[in-house]
T-cell receptor, first 113, second 118 residues
Framework: GQQVMQIPQYQHVQEGEDFTTYCNSS?????IQWYKQRPGGHPVFLIQ?????EVKKQKRLTFQFGEAKKNSSLHITATQTTDVGTYFC?????????????FGTGTRLLVSP | EAGVAQSPRYKIIEKRQSVAFWCNPI?????LYWYQQILGQGPKLLIQ????????DSQLPKDRFSAERLKGVDSTLKIQPAKLEDSAVYLC????????????????FGPGTRLTVL
């Protein structure tokens, strides 16, 4: 079936270190969205990428959509304790008509001060 | 603007009992989603409504789960009877519109209902 995998599942870094999570889909995606879910919270939309090879930045966060539109990455420079949470990628899959948003497996980030 | 409202926030029931969750989306949002999020996993779409019509319910266990959005605004999700494996957080989300990449389809999530089935 349609799968969106993320690696790593979990990462523990020291504050100030960089962090990257990778998202890989078994099928081509129309777009990729990234969400952040704080512990005990709900997913919050971060960004959407649509074009092949697209790169977007939000302060310390850099998002990239692969050329084949089957993978994506999120890179955080100089992590802070406020970055703690689980990061999910999600992409719309489907050739024609209805396209369903499929969430990835998530990467849980823990940042120690 | 007010966010997506859900109730109750927590529910504990015995297996084989029934339970219902309620969601009120952001005003004006045509699309409403119900997700199931099992601990440690990403949200899984159960059902998607466009106004009061069902767009996708392919992953809804229809022998026990049902959902409705009668007037195209708020929605209820029901489980009858519940099983142990239904223990999860049930998230409701809404967006202006669903569709392809040219649509503005950021999803806004509610706080969720944490269901524990004993």
């Amino acid at each position: 079936g349609q799968q969106v995998m993320q690696i790593p599942q979990y990462q523990h870094v020291q504050e100030g270190e960089d962090f990257t999570t990778y998202c890989n889909s078994s099928t081509t995606l129309s777009n990729i969205q990234w969400y952040k879910q704080r512990p005990g919270g709900h997913p919050v939309f971060l960004i959407q990428l649509v074009k092949s090879g697209e790169v977007k930045k939000q302060k310390r966060l850099t998002f990239q959509f692969g050329e084949a539109k089957k993978n994506s990455s999120l890179h955080i420079t100089a992590t802070q304790t406020t970055d703690v949470g689980t990061y999910f990628c999600a992409g719309h899959q489907g050739n024609t008509g209805f396209q369903k948003l499929v969430f990835g497996t998530g990467t849980r980030l823990l940042v120690s001060p | 603007e007010a966010g997506v409202a859900q109730s109750p926030r927590y529910k504990i029931i015995e297996k084989r009992q029934s339970v219902a969750f309620w969601c009120n989306p952001i005003s004006g949002h045509a699309t409403l989603y119900w997700y199931q999020q099992i601990l440690g996993q990403g949200p899984k779409l159960l059902i998607q409504f466009q106004n009061n019509g069902v767009v996708d319910d392919s992953q809804l266990p229809k022998d026990r789960f049902s959902a409705e959005r009668l007037k195209g605004v708020d929605s209820t999700l029901k489980i009858q009877p519940a099983k142990l494996e239904d223990s999860a957080v049930y998230l409701c989300a809404s967006s202006w519109t669903s569709g392809g990449p040219s649509s503005y389809n950021e999803q806004f999530f509610g706080p969720g209902t944490r269901l524990t089935v004993l």
